[in-house]
């Protein structure tokens, strides 16, 4: 591939002897195996980082930094495997550290960027001028790269079920969806298939009817057509910048494309579980075939078949024996199936944890009449939702004959708290996971999805 073309100003050399020419501009072009989001520099442009392979260095092949005015004039890398072109890069040693890398003059440099499958650039900048030789070139890398595998640096990696608060981790995962939550404000939606841990809730319960526990992290609930796109297995990961990391443009991200996060700080918030991208953060595309990705949709599918492993894998053995339900038989599923279940009424059998309740004080569940009418909170890994006990479910639930002391005691159970704390307002509670039956229902026949609600049934608390 060195010196392909005729045209001195215009040859693209391959990345062995680019590294030779220090501080001399050069043109490359290479097969991308890593590329990082746009990213604000120190000073008025944007950046980002891209990796690239040819036949002279499969590894660990050449950094390449790309200055820009915008974002939107930044490369959008599709796909790990795609094949870019740069010209007039200048090579440059990499500060204190050995290695050659490639810098990209927005004054000066140009690039186009081409699919694996396609010989014409699906991005091209403003000063790059196409030739009819730059097919033939790209022609015969893709022809080289088809007999080649990305290896990845998938080291140190940890699960979304292995996340602790407050530490800051590397994580892998499938980007689902990114929305603008407020004004130049993103969130990410990434999922691995595990199951994130049960996170404590510090919420008082007197506080439900004022400030009740989210939902859902995001300022509003997400429409059931993106919902109806997650898995319904493993939790959906919400990720977000903090304050002085605004100007990453993971609204560049695109969904269904794995990824390597780099250095996100897990929090808690509410009870949910989320990560804080922070100045020192990285996120690159990686290979869809990669080993530890095939692997991880492999353990998905496994989840999918199983009568059990819908269950919330820190609920294994089993849910706790504090209810008991008259469907035992029913295969279980999340509370995501619950949410995008193709029909609108409909029954389903489900282990979560019941992290609040409206009203919270026992005396007040049942109205003037003495019919039960009772709001909780249901989590499991995958969603949260408001599920309401009404007349004789009530019944079946609590029981007819308790006494108030009684039906605490039950609840106390069912919430988490400890007979040590004594009272509804325990710093921390960890409600055990319960199995449930829940019905889907609507009120009002002219919007029956935009009214659908759900409520619990056949299942009694036993305490």
Not at 15 to 43: T, Y
Not at 185 to 208: H, N, R
Not at 419 to 441: I, M, T
Request: glycine share 4%; charged share 25%.
């Amino acid at each position: 591939m060195a010196n392909s073309t005729r045209d001195d100003d215009y040859k693209f050399m391959q990345i062995v002897d680019a590294m030779a020419c220090i501080n001399q501009r050069v043109n490359l072009i290479g097969i991308v195996i890593e590329a990082s989001l746009p990213k604000h520099s120190k000073g008025t442009d944007y950046f980002c980082s891209i990796k690239l392979i040819d036949q002279s260095r499969t590894s660990p092949g050449i950094s390449v930094t790309v200055f820009a005015e915008a974002m939107e004039k930044l490369p959008r890398i599709e796909s790990i495997g795609d094949i870019i072109l740069l010209t007039r890069v200048v090579m440059k040693i990499n500060g204190n550290c050995p290695d050659v890398c490639a810098t990209y003059l927005k004054k000066y440099s140009s690039f186009a960027l081409f699919e694996g499958c396609n010989d014409v650039p699906y991005q091209v900048s403003p000063k790059f001028q196409a030739r009819e030789q730059d097919k033939k070139i790209v022609a015969g890398l893709r022809k080289w790269f088809t007999s080649q595998k990305i290896e990845a640096d998938l080291n140190d990696l940890s699960p979304l079920k292995e996340m602790k608060e407050g530490e800051h981790i590397n994580l892998l995962g499938k980007v689902l969806h990114c929305c603008e939550v407020t004004k130049d404000d993103w969130m990410l939606f990434v999922w691995d298939g595990t199951d994130t841990p049960p996170a404590p809730i510090k919420a008082k319960l007197e506080d439900e009817m004022e400030d009740p526990l989210p939902l859902q992290s995001e300022p509003s609930p997400l429409s059931r057509d993106t919902l109806c796109t997650f898995p319904p297995v493993g939790s959906v990961l919400r990720m977000v910048t903090d304050r002085g990391n605004k100007n990453i443009g993971i609204n560049f991200l695109k969904p269904n494309k794995w990824v390597k996060v780099v250095q996100v700080k897990c929090e808690v918030h509410a009870g949910l579980w989320r990560a804080v991208l922070m100045p020192s953060s990285k996120l690159y595309y990686l290979p869809d075939d990669d080993d530890l990705i095939l692997e991880r949709e492999r353990s998905y599918n496994e989840r999918m078949t199983s009568k059990l492993k819908r269950m919330p894998l820190s609920s294994f053995p089993g849910p706790s024996l504090i209810t008991d339900t008259d469907y035992n038989d029913v295969p279980f599923v999340t509370l995501m199936n619950v949410l995008v279940h193709p029909e609108v009424t409909f029954k389903f059998n489900c282990v979560v944890r019941v992290v609040a309740a409206f009203p919270w004080r026992v005396e007040d569940f049942c109205n003037p009449q003495g019919i039960y009418r009772v709001r909780l909170t249901l989590e499991d890994p995958t969603a949260r939702i408001y599920a309401f006990l009404y007349a004789e479910d009530g019944v079946q639930f609590f029981g007819s004959h308790n006494t108030v002391d009684e039906l605490t005691r039950k609840m106390n159970a069912l919430l988490g708290i400890s007979e040590s704390d004594g009272c509804p307002k325990a710093v921390s509670r960890n409600p055990p996971w319960v199995q449930c039956c829940l019905k889907s229902y609507y009120i009002d026949k002219a919007d029956i999805w935009g009214s659908r609600n759900y409520r619990i049934f056949a299942t009694t608390l036993v305490g």
